[in-house]
């Protein structure tokens, strides 16, 4: 029988009078079972369809009713997309009637996508599975991977996941807890993270990114000494592999012991010119690290991630990080997404944007005066978001603002969706901070790609701008960029300003005297390296009738540790420390600031960026260190464009020296407050409209010149 006709009409009672006629001459007309319960599918009967077709049972035998089985499920397949629910009633009817294991775990996959799995049908899939042999492993991991990452977890989900033990290899099941587990990263779930990834340890004891994820895990909640000593496994085991292996676990010991705080920040510094040896090691290798790239994967683009945190060499770390990265990124293309060199002529430039940090995050703050701005006459924006969907900030600010919008948590369904809508500039926000965004440049999905914000150029040979600007990068500094950089006219951001709340914490709550003198330092711990803490502790020391407030952001403990430590050694009462908690709105963080600080002190040799802009916006003097590498330069390009020379020093005396004045010159105070605040009427860094223009211009002249260069001579 064929149905299609009554389908294509959906004259679903007549598909049904018709089945019933063709069965009443030919009971075993297969294709006629099928088409009737289908019908009342169709037709929102949901509870006769079952009724109908177990009538087969008496007039079918058992190879027919497979068959059924199979004609329903392919059916449910071709409703996956337009019609999700009659799909589900298909897939639960089809096994219902012709039971199958692989048709069950596939089932599972479907209602745990739809979120709609309940606890009867999970304990029915443990029961089926504790008697089964000969079990598909690869539904079995889909299976498994699925109802772990995206149901919340329980004893059930637990017992679950032992369940499937027995019935995958060893490193197929710890890989599935691991990419869980990943796939948790959002959810503050830290706990759950844990058990899975000890879970998975035990199954793979020798997995080194597995090491490094528990290890990170025991770092976010404080367990430092466990994080390290894991972190000394981690590298025992990859002492007997490669280079890439042995650089991987330096590097996770580095963020163990820069997240740790106190004491541990001398010991990276005391390890850091091995770590440095180790990279020049791994740029300079004949010896092909493709194995390790690809079994470590990602990851390993964050090798030379801490050395800007460390120390500001970027003439020798620079070329390191070029090497590297574009190595790494060579090994883990499989066969990049095909796309046209010139592009269909349009109207508009097609610009896209990738990135996770388009959101509820410093990117975020920074990005979105130039998404406000920007002439859609001119431009088409698509907007690739990996990992994670926007928030609630990221939708309002980013997506609302753009033409088109896509996300997946994978690398390379984006980049084939980036050069199936022929961008032809893609623009980086994220760098080395995010691996994946990493794995889609490799890719080369569009003609150009270009690096701005985020942490620092990739190093990446498939990027061919890096946006800076007169100041934030010195004048020698392409010697050492593999990316061509290219200095916008004024400066590399501008904003239009920061929102400010309400204080939650004043003078009076820390038990500090409306007349005393307060510096304030707000940054995260891989920015607290000692010499600088030793250098603000100096400036404190000196200046009479002064508070040192540091907010933390990660580990109050180890930090607070650190201060008190460095404290003591410069016989420093620790009663002029305050430490202030994080606070859960940027709007009171400000307000905060505000009401607080007399003076800023900036860290080196990584300094404040967003944290900066906040601080000037608010007309606060600032103390900085300038360098020499981006990261050490961002506060010195934004006081300059300010119009303010006060506060920028090029040594650790001349830091002390200002920070002292500063302490102690309340008129000094005053005059910069008052020009700061005067800057947001003149300076380019509040002008989001002006700098708008100038990065569309910039973005217009790079196409221009590719288009150039694609001429035949």
């Not at 996770?252 to 390890?271: H, K, P, S, T, V």
């Not at 010119?273 to 790239?293: C, F, H, R, V, W």
């Not at 300010?642 to 040594?651: D, K, M, N, V």
């Amino acid at each position: 029988m064929n149905g299609e006709i009554w389908l294509a009409n959906e004259d679903y009672p007549g598909l049904i009078a018709q089945a019933e006629t063709v069965l009443t001459a030919n009971p075993e007309d297969i294709t006629a079972w099928g088409y009737g319960g289908l019908a009342y599918i169709l037709q929102g009967d949901t509870a006769a369809a079952p009724v109908f077709w177990f009538q087969a049972l008496t007039a079918l035998d058992g190879n027919q009713i497979e068959v059924l089985g199979q004609w329903m499920w392919e059916r449910g397949n071709s409703y996956r997309e337009t019609q999700p629910q009659v799909s589900l009633e298909l897939y639960r009817a089809a096994q219902e009637l012709a039971p199958s294991l692989e048709r069950l775990l596939h089932l599972t996959q479907f209602i745990v996508a739809k979120g709609e799995l309940t606890t009867e049908e999970l304990e029915r899939l443990i029961q089926t599975l504790e008697i089964s042999t000969a079990i598909p492993i690869k539904p079995l991991y889909k299976t498994l991977l699925d109802v772990v990452s995206l149901v919340p977890f329980n004893p059930q989900i637990e017992q679950f996941i032992l369940t499937c033990r027995p019935h995958l290899p060893a490193h197929i099941y710890a890989k599935a807890l691991s990419l869980s587990s990943s796939a948790l990263q959002w959810q503050n779930a830290l706990a759950i993270r844990e058990k899975l990834l000890n879970m998975a340890l035990a199954s793979d004891p020798e997995n080194l990114e597995i090491m490094g994820s528990l290890a990170n895990i025991y770092g976010e909640t404080h367990q430092h000494d466990q994080a390290l000593a894991l972190c000394d496994r981690q590298m025992a085991v990859a002492q007997t592999r490669s280079l890439s292996a042995q650089g991987y676990a330096l590097h996770c010991r580095f963020r163990e012991l820069l997240n740790a705080g106190g004491d541990y920040w001398r010991q990276a510094i005391a390890e850091t010119e091995a770590y440095g040896q180790l990279l020049q090691k791994l740029a300079n290798t004949e010896a092909d690290q493709t194995p390790t790239i690809k079994t470590l994967g990602a990851t390993l683009f964050h090798l030379p991630f801490f050395l800007p945190y460390l120390r500001d060499e970027p003439a020798a770390d620079r070329p390191l990080l070029n090497r590297i990265s574009s190595q790494i990124g060579r090994a883990l293309v499989k066969s990049p997404p095909h796309r046209q060199e010139v592009p269909v002529p349009t109207a508009r430039l097609r610009v896209g944007f990738l990135s996770l940090t388009l959101r509820r995050h410093s990117v975020g703050w920074l990005a979105r005066t130039f998404f406000k701005h920007y002439d859609r006459q001119q431009f088409e924006f698509f907007l690739y978001y990996i990992s994670n969907p926007p928030d609630a900030l990221g939708q309002s600010w980013f997506v609302e603002k753009c033409d088109h919008y896509f996300y997946h948590d994978y690398p390379e369904p984006l980049a084939a969706k980036i050069a199936e809508d022929q961008v032809q500039i893609l623009v980086d926000l994220d760098s080395l901070t995010l691996t994946g965004s990493c794995v889609v440049l490799a890719q080369k999905p569009a003609p150009i790609q270009v690096t701005w914000l985020g942490w620092d150029a990739s190093g990446m040979d498939t990027i061919d701008y890096f946006m800076a600007d007169p100041w934030v990068l010195p004048a020698n500094a392409q010697d050492y960029y593999q990316e061509k950089i290219w200095r916008l006219p004024e400066t590399y951001i501008a904003v239009d300003g920061f929102e400010i709340g309400v204080p939650d914490v004043r003078r009076e709550d820390l038990g500090i005297d409306p007349t005393a003198v307060i510096f304030y330092t707000a940054q995260s711990g891989y920015k607290r390296h000692p010499e600088i803490v030793d250098l603000q502790l100096q400036i404190l020391q000196q200046v009479p009738n002064s508070y040192l407030c540091v907010k933390y952001i990660y580990d109050g403990d180890g930090l607070s540790q650190q201060f008190h430590t460095q404290a003591e050694r410069w016989g420093i009462d620790p009663q002029r420390l305050r430490f202030l908690p994080p606070v859960n709105s940027e709007y009171v963080h400000r307000a905060n600031l505000q009401c607080l600080a007399d003076v800023i002190l900036d860290t080196y040799p990584y300094n404040g960026a967003t944290t900066t802009l906040e601080a000037l916006w608010l007309g606060i003097p600032l103390v900085t260190r300038v360098g020499q590498q981006f990261a050490a330069r961002n506060s010195y390009a934004f006081l300059t464009q300010c119009g303010i020379s006060e506060g920028i020093a090029h040594s650790a005396e001349e830091y002390v020296a200002w920070g002292v004045r500063l302490g102690t010159d309340s008129e000094l105070r005053q005059e910069i407050r008052q020009r700061l605040l005067a800057s947001r009427r003149t300076s380019p860094l509040w002008d989001g409209e002006r700098f708008a223009q100038q990065f569309g211009c910039a973005l217009q002249e790079m196409w221009r010149t590719y288009q150039q260069s694609q001429v035949s001579p």
